[in-house]
């Protein structure tokens, strides 16, 4: 049964839960439309957060935004957008243009860095964004920062080893961060029961030696519940959490992956009428927070926000190949 507004125990105002809805609707049209230039073969590669949205856009709502750190994975396009990366940025990032906040268009799109919300961009290999998470709340701890790192990652990659690393190290030291680990079902083409033997990633903290819950992804104001106490756990100096939050991505595993050949049009179908977008809608729509008026202007918006970000990123400029080593290399810059 999904939480409603009223049984939520957070602090959450009518404006946060709308400012909630739109990012999410916002993030869905954005995907939408990359889906679509891809196949007109406009961009060169997309990696979709369909079906993430809700998890994303919930952790990101119960982080102090612009003061937490967050080093996210390549699915999170929902989450950056709830730290204020914009539509016209994204679509920098999607064709490789100059402006691009993450690499100045010389990385793959969706490997995330947005310097001025304190984004950091992981590596391409999988779960090495866990040790840079760590590594970030050793330093909050260090310096007595009132911060927490989060970290986010697909069920699949906490078979790696640099998850377990990273894990057991935050636990040992009591370090500030959240590890989310938002399961799909799906580790490219590979299910779950042949991933791991334990029916929830959750309890994989257990041997690790820190607090592990397991929620509906799929229900935004239950991932922000669980994210907010990890947060104040964090916060308190109690340690990390790992939360895992079960959802499902009701698109394939990129714009080169055939999900015919691993799943069936049937399982899609039943995860596609618990769309995280839809349900939320229907919640804020009970709950009176909108009116049916209201989200068709919402909706209408968004779509224009995407076609003018579009419009804009393909009149941008590519970079010089002069700048493909900057920032690359640390500048000769001379110290005072």
């Known amino acids: 049964m999904a939480t409603t507004v009223e049984e939520h125990s957070t602090s959450l105002r009518k404006d946060d839960l709308i400012e909630m809805y739109w990012t999410m609707l916002l993030a869905r049209r954005l995907d939408e439309r990359a889906w679509v230039l891809h196949r007109q073969g406009r961009i060169a590669f997309h990696i979709s957060g369909i079906g993430h949205e809700a998890a994303q856009v919930g952790a990101a709502f119960a982080l102090r935004r612009g003061v937490d750190w967050v080093v996210p994975y390549y699915r999170d396009l929902a989450m950056i957008l709830s730290l204020g990366l914009t539509p016209r940025e994204f679509a920098l990032s999607i064709m490789g243009k100059k402006g691009d906040p993450s690499s100045g268009g010389r990385q793959m799109p969706s490997h995330w860095s947005l310097r001025r919300a304190n984004v950091v961009s992981h590596s391409a290999p999988v779960a090495t964004q866990t040790t840079h998470a760590v590594g970030i709340a050793l330093g909050i701890k260090m310096t007595g920062d009132d911060a927490v790192a989060i970290t986010s990652i697909g069920e699949g990659s906490t078979a790696q080893g640099e998850w377990y690393e990273g894990v057991n190290w935050a636990a040992i030291h009591h370090l500030p961060v959240i590890f989310l680990v938002e399961n799909n079902m799906y580790a490219i083409s590979v299910r779950q029961e042949q991933q791991m033997a334990v029916r929830h990633v959750a309890d994989k903290a257990a ?13 935004i104001l239950k991932v922000h519940e669980a994210v907010s106490e990890a947060a104040s756990r964090a916060r ?8 895992e939050a079960k959802v499902y991505r009701l698109t394939p595993h990129s714009s080169d992956d055939d999900d015919r050949s691993y799943r069936s049009r049937e399982e899609v179908a039943e995860w596609r009428a618990r769309d995280p977008l839809d349900r939320f809608a229907a919640q804020l729509l009970d709950q009176r927070h909108l009116a049916p008026e209201a989200v068709a202007e919402m909706d209408a918006r968004a779509r224009q926000e995407v076609d003018e970000a579009i419009q804009f990123a393909e009149s941008a400029l590519y970079p010089e190949v002069s700048e ?11 110290h005072a």
């Open 207 to 219: 041997g690790l030696g820190l607090p592990g819950v397991s929620v509906d992804g799929m229900d």
């Open 324 to 334: 493909g080593a900057y920032p690359v290399y640390a500048e000769d810059i001379p």
């Open 236 to 243: 308190a100096g109690e340690g990390p959490t790992l939360v």
